[in-house]
């Protein structure tokens, strides 16, 4: 099989961008991609078939459903939309009208017999399924906690079969129409028996049977209080573990931005036994419940501000399972071997050796498994080249402080409120020290404070932002820069910023020399475009202790026919727009591409720094902030005949285009007078800096030139980037007695290859 294709069993999912129209349509008229916004329930046991329904809008048109991973299979039922309010008062008006027609035929028989709701219903044409859509819709009206929602209205029915080989874990779901393909969300494939609520259960709970352990799947409503039974014995040792954010992790139309899940559990006669909202820094809760006396529990569920709508879906795994609340040490040395200590629940054994991968193999994290009983629990480490170090347990103040040097990693842990962890620093020069707590999956909120012999403050952080933490809301893992001279002690302290310490409260100290470095993100993760298309992509550089080169992009052995266009990020930019040229021929399967970054590790220098380019969904979270969201695979799907042929070519240099800082510059265009004349040939510029504009304008010679414009007041000399220009065929047609006033019509022909351009301090021509 060729390495870059993916099997059609893997089932990954692809992403339509900017479609190219193969007729000329209506300028007005554009292609609308299918959104999901979720899957309830959002789970289905392996080796079981479940129908789900995933809400969202533009779904009518979906042919296909794509899962990643294998085991899975997915058969697309029905499509449901209720009335819009011009469909219902269409409807509505319908049923007045006849009504009044035939009472006025009635009148006119001398008869006293008004027509029957049925008569004027059939008389007018309306079905029965209208009449129930129409009662469903005022039911909505009158609903004061309904909140209308575009975005949530469509829904559609699927039928997924996970069999009994299909991998536990998350998989991505996503719509695929014949032009378009929708975002992608979370489905879960579970180990345990799923069973789902039944409304109303807010005052009478639903009756929850079977062994544990179990999932329950449900959805909260405005209001909602979602309840349920069940058995439990003395002695059991339940764990009542919620997905809500797990499910969907960020909600772009609601704050704070994901349903904020609020549990207890009450006993028969109503009291609160067991209560949670979160479970340290995680926002979904997590219980654990001795169980007092045999009984019958009530589960209870809802949002933290009684929100909610369709998206509000939750899972929670109730039963007597192994869960790992913490690990110690947080990481490992590569080529290494270590004993893990194990903090959690239902834990049969606390302790994991663990071996580190090769340096060849190396890998920033890892996850690894722990065997507990009939299950397996799961946990990441971080991975290091430097030597480790344990904390020492007595470093709580200066006398007391523990030596430490750079390149070197301390395993150290907050060990109760108000601990004081003292290191003094063997060190000259620049140096960079910073904790890894939060991201690796520890509670502690760290503070870094670095002092000299005399107590004077140096250098503090509290928080540092991290953009390849997607998934985190709260960056409370600390990084601080400083310059430390021979002739002091100095002395690092880490303390929680809350005051708050425990055996979960592990940290990673890292102290050494800045080291220049970057990651990269791509977006979007999958592609669908038609064959010979160019299509607009994004990468974003996440920079480190202030890399600040260039970063030149390129594919690594790409199958023939993919080529990047304007692949070079400047040292002054943290992201940049480019193109990605796909094959003239269709494929049948998917195909995995990889891009990977190579910048000079300093100005002039011989060594390089070659970072892959990851590929991101970038997901908004409460209308403001947006994440990205790292996936498995860089997926790109080449369909159908290529669109309508591009009518222009142009000729860029190989540096890209100088533009004047004030005035315009030409660049030279061929276009096809034969097919287009050049009056009805239209550019648009995307998302290019303020102060550029783009128009193809005649040349002197009879031909056509693309001219750009810059204005001095917007953009500085120096500026670098990269144009992307669509391409557009627009006219009017002449009016006709049957159409006196037509609509301008468009025919678009897609991208040109993104431009690298550069602005310089010369004038331009006007």
Known sequence: MNQHQLPRSACYAVLFLFAVASAPAPAQNRSRAPHLAYVFPAGCERGMSCEVVVGGQYLKDASEVYVSGEGVNVEILRWYRPLTAGEYNNLSMKF???????????????????????????????????????????????????????????EVTLRITASLEAAVGKRELRFLSDNAISNPIWFHVDRWIETRESEPNDLVATEVTGRFPLVINGQIMPGDVDRFRMEAEQGMKLVVHVAARDVIPYLADAVPGWFQAVVRMTDEAGDEVSFADSFYYRQDPLLYFEVPRDGRYTLEIRDALFRGREDFVYRITVGEIPFVTSVFPLG????????????????????????????????????????????????????????????????????????????????????????????????????????????????????LTLTDAQGNEVAFND???????????????????ASVGSRSDYY???????????????????????????????????????????????????????????????????????????????????????????PQTPSETAIAL???????????????????????????????????????????????????????????????????????????????????????????????????????????????????????EKIQPGERGNLLLSVYKEFTPEPTEDDPAPKPWRTDYGFLPAMPFEVTSQRGSR
Request: glycine share 6%; net charge negative; charged share 25%.
């Open 332 to 447: 490992a040395r590569v080529e290494s071997e270590s004993t893990i200590q194990l903090r959690g629940w239902n834990l049969t054994r606390t302790e994991q050796k663990i071996r580190t991968m090769s340096r060849q193999q190396y890998r920033p994290r890892r996850w690894y498994s722990s065997i507990q009983g009939d299950h397996a629990v799961r946990f990441p480490l971080q991975i290091d080249h430097w030597p480790e170090v344990m904390e020492e347990a007595t470093n709580n103040d200066r006398e007391t402080a523990q030596e430490i040097t750079t390149r070197m990693t301390v395993n150290g842990r907050i060990d109760e409120p108000g601990d004081v962890d003292v290191y003094r620093i063997n060190a000259t020069g620049r140096i960079i020290a910073e904790i890894h707590a939060r991201r690796l999956g520890s509670p502690l909120d760290s503070m």
């Open 96 to 154: 007045r009208e006849t009504r009044e027609r035939l009472m006025g035929q009635a009148v006119l028989r001398g008869s006293n017999n008004n027509p029957t709701d049925e008569e004027i219903a059939e008389a007018a044409g309306i079905t029965e399924e209208q009449l129930r859509e129409m009662e469903i819709y005022r039911r909505r009206e009158r609903d004061p906690k309904r909140q209308p929602n575009d975005q949530l209205e469509e």
């Open 594 to 712: 990889q891009m990977e970054g190579t910048a000079p590790r300093r100005l002039r220098s011989r060594s390089k720094i070659v970072r892959p380019a990851i590929p991101a969904e970038n997901m908004m979270q409460a209308f403001i902030w947006y994440h990205l969201v790292p996936v498995e695979n860089w997926n790109v799907m080449v369909s159908g005949r290529p669109g309508a042929g591009m009518p222009l070519k142009i000729a860029v240099p190989e540096d890209g285009i100088e533009l004047p800082r004030d005035g315009a510059f030409l660049l030279r265009a061929m276009i096809n007078a034969q097919r287009t004349p050049v009056d009805q040939m239209h550019v648009e510029l995307y998302e290019a800096p303020e102060g550029i504009t783009a128009s193809i304008v005649p040349d002197a010679v009879g031909g056509a030139a693309i001219k750009f414009e810059v204005s001095a």
């Open 463 to 481: 928080d540092y932002n991290d953009l390849s933490q997607a998934m985190l809301t709260h960056h409370a893992d600390s990084h601080l820069e």
């Open 492 to 582: 690092l302290t880490v303390t929680d910023a809350q005051g708050n310490g425990g055996p979960d409260f592990g940290y990673r100290l890292h102290l050494r020399p800045p080291q220049a470095d970057y990651e990269l993100r791509v977006v979007p993760s999958s592609i669908i475009a038609r064959a010979g298309q160019v299509v607009p992509i994004s990468v974003f550089a996440l920079r480190k202790d202030g890399f600040d080169q260039d970063i030149e992009l390129s594919l690594v052995d790409p199958p023939p026919g993919f080529r990047l266009d304007g692949g070079m990020i400047p040292g002054t930019s943290d992201q940049i727009r480019m193109t990605l040229t796909v």
